[in-house]
């Protein structure tokens, strides 16, 4: 069993940065990847961005891209989300995801992702 807690949301004007970080605890951790989704009001559940642990390889949605970047960090079991040059849209809650293992679904997929977090709300102002 794995357990997720996202923080670092918060309210941010149109532009800005924010940072979320999402600690995992348990008995193990060994994830193959963790992710980054997100949750608007408008729209279903979002896949934002993803990292491979072994190798630190990202890769992220059309939408995010060159905003924001994903890293991690084994020894404090911490996935991070630096959020740059946020935008209104942007506005949700966010949740990050581990992947124990490879599986059969594409990473893109939420049945990919074994454990979830609670969520972090973030908001941006216009």
């Known amino acids: 069993q794995v357990y997720l807690q996202e923080s670092g949301g918060g309210l941010v004007e149109s532009g800005g940065s924010l940072r979320l970080s999402c600690q995992a605890s348990g008995p193990t951790f060994s994830p193959y990847a963790m992710g980054w989704w997100r949750q608007t009001p408008y729209k279903v559940r979002e896949f934002l961005g993803a990292i491979t642990w072994s190798t630190g390889a990202t890769d992220y949605a059309d939408s995010v891209a060159g905003r924001f970047t994903i890293s991690g960090d084994n020894a404090k079991k911490t996935v991070y989300l630096q959020m740059d040059s946020l935008k209104f849209e942007d506005t949700g809650v966010y949740f990050c995801?581990?992947?124990?293992?490879?599986?059969?679904?594409?990473?893109?997929?939420?049945?990919?992702?074994?454990?979830w977090g609670q969520g972090a709300r973030v908001t941006v102002s216009l």
């Open positions: 995801t581990y992947r124990a293992y490879r599986g059969q679904y594409h990473y893109t997929e939420e049945t990919a992702y074994h454990y």
